[in-house]
């Protein structure tokens, strides 16, 4: 391993080199920067064979500046408190780019999800809930959690039904979670949120001409050939949208199994529909199987997606990665010298606070939602349809012009829950994107849109605790 830092020291690094170059006091930096509770605690699991296993669990609340704090739960065999701080510190970072207003959290169980049951799983979870609950680390104003690696809205259903279970008088108990079935106060879009909004991302970063001329690439993601590492939530759906909605090719994906290349583009569809049947993404039909799966990432490509987990680049691959733009869609996949030295070669990197942002902005708006106890566009979509068909009508009787039934479909089309999310969300990227560009060019050539995001996020983050103050 070429690195010695971890991960929480890996963010605070970039923070501090961010943090220079703000003029804010160093006691409010400090404060910015350190975690504002962390509880590690255990708990016994009745497996199916009826032994029992301890449980290790983690919730780290990194920023209080504002509540609720957000931030997901992961499974994974290696999670360790040093990894929930790190991602706790980057979703306050994430929160404030992309102006969603919650401090950042983070929770790990330390399980390799594949090896348990169903219903062990379902144990697990309610018994975390239930133990977040008894420490007032779970709640619709205190700190939200969501899906992360190995977890989704199966889970947060679990969750929210604990929680609801244990605090039936609360009205508002099911903003205690986000990613929540559509069925169970969720919100549709929240699925394919994070993915979207890297493709959103994506898209603006590179329709931006003089960005793209100096990495030699032509303007916009059309033909543009992209490799995808993990083909779970975020990478599939980045994939699929960067393929069916920005017309880019996908030449290469690497999964946990292997890595496959195909130059002339993989239908990701097909991909999916292969590994569904085959239980693996190798042996894709007009594929290349390659022999070492992280050679993937090494392929000839104009854009890298890494959205498995951290650390998948680090100066023992960077030399070799080819890729002209990365886009870190999963949380902290490269490592800081590996970063530095990627950013030295010209490389350009979109930071994980921003290009994944999109799952918790989507988040929010569930929150909200379930905050206000209606779905969005209900209240107003047929409005809107009568509305703009009086004006079409109005337009057809003071001109010669027409309008057939589709267009009228098409014009007069009131926002649904699914239109307002998507375009929420589109909104929310394209500000932020333009928002920590216009920072990195006013900073001058040295500094990269990591070092510009995190201005962005400490200068919001100081802002909000100088006009709070400080208790008491
Ligand atoms: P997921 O479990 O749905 O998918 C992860 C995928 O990565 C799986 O398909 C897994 O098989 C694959 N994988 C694991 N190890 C691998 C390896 N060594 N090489 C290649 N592939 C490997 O998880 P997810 O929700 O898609 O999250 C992925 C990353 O994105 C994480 O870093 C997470 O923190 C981050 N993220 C997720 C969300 C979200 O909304 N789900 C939001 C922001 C950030």
Redesign the pocket.
Known sequence: MSTELSFFEQVNKNFDIAAVLTDHPRGLLEQIKSVNSVIHFTFPLIRDDESLEVIHAWRAEHSQHKLPTKG?I?YAANVNEDEVMA?AALMTY?CAIVNVPFGGAKGGVKISAHEYSTRELERITRRFTFELNKKNFIGPGLDVP???????GREMAWIADTYLTLNPQEIDALGCVT?KPVGQGGIRG?VE???RGVYFGLREACSVGDDMRSLGLNTGLESKRVVV?????????AAKFLQEDGGAEIVGV????G?ISKPDGIDVEALMAHRRETGSILDFEGAENLDV??Q?LELECDILVP????N?ITMDNAPRIKAKIIAE?????ISSDASNHLFDRGVMIIP?AFI?????TV?YFEWLKNLQHVRFGRMEKRFTEGSSKKLLSAIESSTDRIFSDREIAEIAKGPGEIDLVNSGLEETMIEAYHEIREIKNAKGAAVDLRTASMIAAIDKVAVSYRELGVFP
Do not use: C, I, M
């Open positions: 997901g992961r991602l994430k969501a899906p992360d690696f190995a977890t989704s990613a929240r949120a994070t993915g590492q993990g083909l779970g939530n975020v990478g599939y759906h690497v999964e946990y199994e890595a799966r992280d993937g959205a498995a987990l951290e998948a869609a999963a949380n902290g996949p994980d994944n942002a999109g799952g918790v988040s």
